[in-house]
Protein backbone atom coordinates (compact mmCIF):
# COMPACT_ATOMS: atom_id res chain seq x y z
CA UNK A 1 0.00 0.00 0.00
CA UNK A 2 1.07 3.69 -0.90
CA UNK A 3 -0.44 6.48 1.07
CA UNK A 4 0.27 10.09 2.64
CA UNK A 5 1.03 9.11 6.10
CA UNK A 6 2.57 9.62 9.56
CA UNK A 7 3.60 7.25 12.23
CA UNK A 8 4.76 7.08 15.60
CA UNK A 9 5.83 4.51 17.58
CA UNK A 10 4.94 4.08 20.91
CA UNK A 11 6.84 1.65 24.19
CA UNK A 12 10.11 1.25 25.31
CA UNK A 13 11.45 3.80 23.08
CA UNK A 14 9.53 6.99 20.77
CA UNK A 15 9.54 7.94 17.52
CA UNK A 16 7.79 9.90 14.95
CA UNK A 17 7.89 10.24 10.94
CA UNK A 18 6.52 13.21 9.75
CA UNK A 19 3.78 13.22 7.49
CA UNK A 20 4.83 12.01 3.62
CA UNK A 21 4.17 9.46 0.90
CA UNK A 22 5.27 5.95 2.25
CA UNK A 23 5.13 2.33 1.20
CA UNK A 24 3.21 0.43 3.76
CA UNK A 25 3.87 -3.43 4.15
CA UNK A 26 1.35 -5.80 5.61
CA UNK A 27 2.61 -9.33 5.25
CA UNK A 28 0.91 -12.92 6.09
CA UNK A 29 2.68 -13.36 9.36
CA UNK A 30 1.38 -10.50 10.72
CA UNK A 31 4.43 -7.90 10.38
CA UNK A 32 4.00 -4.31 9.07
CA UNK A 33 6.74 -2.11 8.07
CA UNK A 34 6.98 1.46 6.28
CA UNK A 35 9.11 2.20 4.09
CA UNK A 36 10.72 5.43 1.98
CA UNK A 37 12.09 5.53 -1.85
CA UNK A 38 15.58 4.92 -0.63
CA UNK A 39 17.60 3.19 2.76
CA UNK A 40 17.70 -0.46 0.20
CA UNK A 41 15.26 -3.10 1.83
CA UNK A 42 15.45 -1.12 5.72
CA UNK A 43 12.17 -0.18 6.85
CA UNK A 44 11.59 3.40 8.86
CA UNK A 45 9.82 1.49 11.23
CA UNK A 46 8.36 -1.74 11.32
CA UNK A 47 6.30 -3.90 14.39
CA UNK A 48 7.25 -7.67 14.13
CA UNK A 49 4.74 -10.83 15.13
CA UNK A 50 2.89 -11.87 16.84
CA UNK A 51 0.97 -8.53 16.53
CA UNK A 52 -2.47 -7.06 15.94
CA UNK A 53 -4.01 -4.14 13.20
CA UNK A 54 -7.25 -2.58 14.32
CA UNK A 55 -8.32 0.61 12.42
CA UNK A 56 -9.42 3.54 14.09
CA UNK A 57 -11.52 6.52 12.73
CA UNK A 58 -9.22 9.98 12.92
CA UNK A 59 -10.17 11.83 16.13
CA UNK A 60 -11.88 14.82 16.44
CA UNK A 61 -9.64 17.90 14.75
CA UNK A 62 -7.34 15.18 13.24
CA UNK A 63 -6.27 17.90 10.50
CA UNK A 64 -6.30 16.02 6.94
CA UNK A 65 -6.21 12.76 8.88
CA UNK A 66 -8.60 10.08 7.24
CA UNK A 67 -8.22 6.78 9.63
CA UNK A 68 -5.39 5.76 12.45
CA UNK A 69 -4.18 2.11 12.06
CA UNK A 70 -3.18 1.10 15.57
CA UNK A 71 -0.81 -2.44 15.63
CA UNK A 72 -0.29 -3.56 18.67
CA UNK A 73 2.70 -6.53 19.81
CA UNK A 74 1.98 -8.81 23.13
CA UNK A 75 4.08 -6.05 25.36
CA UNK A 76 1.61 -3.20 24.57
CA UNK A 77 3.82 -1.32 22.44
CA UNK A 78 1.66 0.26 19.03
CA UNK A 79 3.08 1.92 15.78
CA UNK A 80 -0.12 4.37 15.27
CA UNK A 81 -0.19 4.78 11.35
CA UNK A 82 -2.27 8.29 10.79
CA UNK A 83 -3.35 8.10 6.91
CA UNK A 84 -3.88 11.08 5.13
CA UNK A 85 -4.47 9.43 1.67
CA UNK A 86 -3.97 6.61 -0.33
CA UNK A 87 -2.68 6.19 -4.02
CA UNK A 88 -2.37 2.65 -4.21
CA UNK A 89 -3.79 -0.46 -2.35
CA UNK A 90 -2.83 -3.81 -3.48
CA UNK A 91 -2.78 -7.82 -2.25
CA UNK A 92 -0.40 -10.34 -3.47
CA UNK A 93 -0.40 -14.00 -2.17
CA UNK A 94 2.87 -14.89 -2.43
CA UNK A 95 2.40 -18.29 -1.83
CA UNK A 96 5.78 -21.19 0.14
CA UNK A 97 8.81 -19.99 0.33
CA UNK A 98 11.77 -22.50 -0.06
CA UNK A 99 13.77 -20.46 2.12
CA UNK A 100 16.98 -19.21 1.87
CA UNK A 101 19.80 -21.57 0.83
CA UNK A 102 23.05 -21.27 2.87
CA UNK A 103 26.82 -20.81 1.10
CA UNK A 104 28.90 -23.65 1.72
CA UNK A 105 30.79 -21.72 4.67
CA UNK A 106 27.32 -20.93 6.21
CA UNK A 107 25.74 -24.90 5.82
CA UNK A 108 29.53 -25.85 6.84
CA UNK A 109 29.43 -24.23 10.31
CA UNK A 110 25.99 -24.98 10.83
CA UNK A 111 26.90 -28.89 10.53
CA UNK A 112 30.44 -27.90 12.33
CA UNK A 113 28.35 -26.36 15.42
CA UNK A 114 26.11 -29.30 15.57
CA UNK A 115 28.46 -31.69 15.68
CA UNK A 116 30.34 -29.85 18.68
CA UNK A 117 27.26 -28.27 20.60
CA UNK A 118 29.26 -28.07 23.63
CA UNK A 119 30.95 -24.63 22.17
CA UNK A 120 27.74 -23.20 23.32
CA UNK A 121 28.53 -24.32 26.95
CA UNK A 122 29.17 -26.83 28.62
CA UNK A 123 26.41 -29.36 28.99
CA UNK A 124 24.53 -28.45 25.73
CA UNK A 125 22.88 -31.39 23.74
CA UNK A 126 21.10 -31.27 20.11
CA UNK A 127 17.96 -31.71 19.92
CA UNK A 128 18.22 -31.45 15.99
CA UNK A 129 18.98 -29.40 12.75
CA UNK A 130 17.04 -27.79 10.88
CA UNK A 131 14.20 -27.59 12.98
CA UNK A 132 11.16 -26.70 11.39
CA UNK A 133 8.71 -23.69 12.02
CA UNK A 134 5.67 -22.46 10.10
CA UNK A 135 7.97 -19.71 9.28
CA UNK A 136 10.77 -21.39 8.52
CA UNK A 137 13.61 -23.85 10.10
CA UNK A 138 15.83 -22.67 12.81
CA UNK A 139 19.41 -23.72 12.16
CA UNK A 140 19.79 -25.51 15.13
CA UNK A 141 17.77 -26.19 18.24
CA UNK A 142 19.56 -27.53 21.35
CA UNK A 143 19.08 -27.93 25.28
CA UNK A 144 21.36 -26.34 27.75
CA UNK A 145 22.72 -27.73 30.92
CA UNK A 146 19.70 -27.17 32.91
CA UNK A 147 17.47 -28.55 30.24
CA UNK A 148 16.06 -25.44 28.60
CA UNK A 149 15.35 -25.07 24.95
CA UNK A 150 17.64 -23.20 22.75
CA UNK A 151 17.48 -21.97 19.51
CA UNK A 152 20.37 -20.90 17.42
CA UNK A 153 20.54 -19.10 14.22
CA UNK A 154 24.24 -19.13 12.47
CA UNK A 155 25.13 -16.95 10.14
CA UNK A 156 29.02 -16.12 8.32
CA UNK A 157 28.27 -12.62 9.09
CA UNK A 158 26.13 -11.45 11.78
CA UNK A 159 24.02 -8.45 10.54
CA UNK A 160 20.80 -7.35 12.08
CA UNK A 161 18.52 -8.91 10.00
CA UNK A 162 19.71 -11.97 11.42
CA UNK A 163 18.98 -11.06 14.82
CA UNK A 164 15.30 -10.35 13.55
CA UNK A 165 15.09 -13.77 12.14
CA UNK A 166 15.60 -15.24 15.37
CA UNK A 167 12.90 -12.95 17.28
CA UNK A 168 10.40 -14.20 14.93
CA UNK A 169 11.18 -17.74 15.50
CA UNK A 170 11.37 -17.19 19.64
CA UNK A 171 8.27 -15.31 19.02
CA UNK A 172 6.51 -18.34 17.56
CA UNK A 173 9.06 -21.29 19.68
CA UNK A 174 7.58 -19.68 22.88
CA UNK A 175 4.06 -20.28 21.86
CA UNK A 176 4.55 -24.49 22.15
CA UNK A 177 4.03 -25.64 25.12
CA UNK A 178 6.40 -28.52 24.82
CA UNK A 179 9.81 -26.72 24.13
CA UNK A 180 8.64 -23.32 25.37
CA UNK A 181 10.59 -21.51 27.50
CA UNK A 182 12.70 -20.76 24.28
CA UNK A 183 15.91 -18.52 24.86
CA UNK A 184 18.20 -17.55 21.83
CA UNK A 185 22.12 -17.94 20.19
CA UNK A 186 23.12 -16.05 17.83
CA UNK A 187 26.45 -17.57 16.19
CA UNK A 188 28.42 -16.12 13.23
CA UNK A 189 32.26 -15.71 12.46
CA UNK A 190 31.95 -12.14 13.21
CA UNK A 191 28.93 -9.98 14.20
CA UNK A 192 28.44 -6.09 13.85
CA UNK A 193 28.23 -4.19 17.30
CA UNK A 194 24.88 -3.05 15.93
CA UNK A 195 23.48 -6.66 15.90
CA UNK A 196 25.20 -7.46 19.26
CA UNK A 197 23.73 -4.10 20.43
CA UNK A 198 19.69 -5.54 19.32
CA UNK A 199 20.63 -8.71 20.69
CA UNK A 200 21.22 -7.84 24.12
CA UNK A 201 18.17 -5.80 23.97
CA UNK A 202 15.90 -8.84 23.13
CA UNK A 203 18.12 -11.21 25.74
CA UNK A 204 19.74 -12.98 22.46
CA UNK A 205 23.07 -14.62 23.80
CA UNK A 206 25.92 -13.66 20.90
CA UNK A 207 28.36 -16.12 19.90
CA UNK A 208 31.54 -15.65 17.72
CA UNK A 209 32.47 -19.23 16.57
CA UNK A 210 35.78 -19.94 15.00
CA UNK A 211 35.88 -21.68 11.65
CA UNK A 212 38.78 -23.53 11.50
CA UNK A 213 38.87 -24.45 15.32
CA UNK A 214 35.86 -26.20 14.81
CA UNK A 215 37.22 -28.06 11.92
CA UNK A 216 39.59 -28.72 14.19
CA UNK A 217 42.71 -27.07 12.11
CA UNK A 218 44.82 -24.44 13.64
CA UNK A 219 47.08 -22.13 11.57
CA UNK A 220 50.26 -23.04 11.19
CA UNK A 221 51.61 -19.80 9.70
CA UNK A 222 54.84 -18.59 10.66
CA UNK A 223 55.43 -21.60 13.17
CA UNK A 224 58.20 -24.36 12.93
CA UNK A 225 56.63 -26.74 15.52
Not at 84 to 98: I, K, M, Q, R, T
Not at 114 to 139: C, K, N, Q, S
Amino acid sequence: MIADCQVDYVGRLTAHLPMSKRLILIKSDGSVSIHADDRAYKPLNWMSPPCWLVEEPAADGSDGIDSVWVVENKAGEQLRISIAAFHHDSSHELGLDPGLVKDGVEAHLQELLAEHIETLGAGYTLIRREYMTAIGPVDILCRDADGHTVAVEIKRRGEIDGVEQLTRYLDLLNRDATIAPVSGVFAAQAIKPQAKTLANDRGIRCVTLDYDKLRGTEDNEFKLF
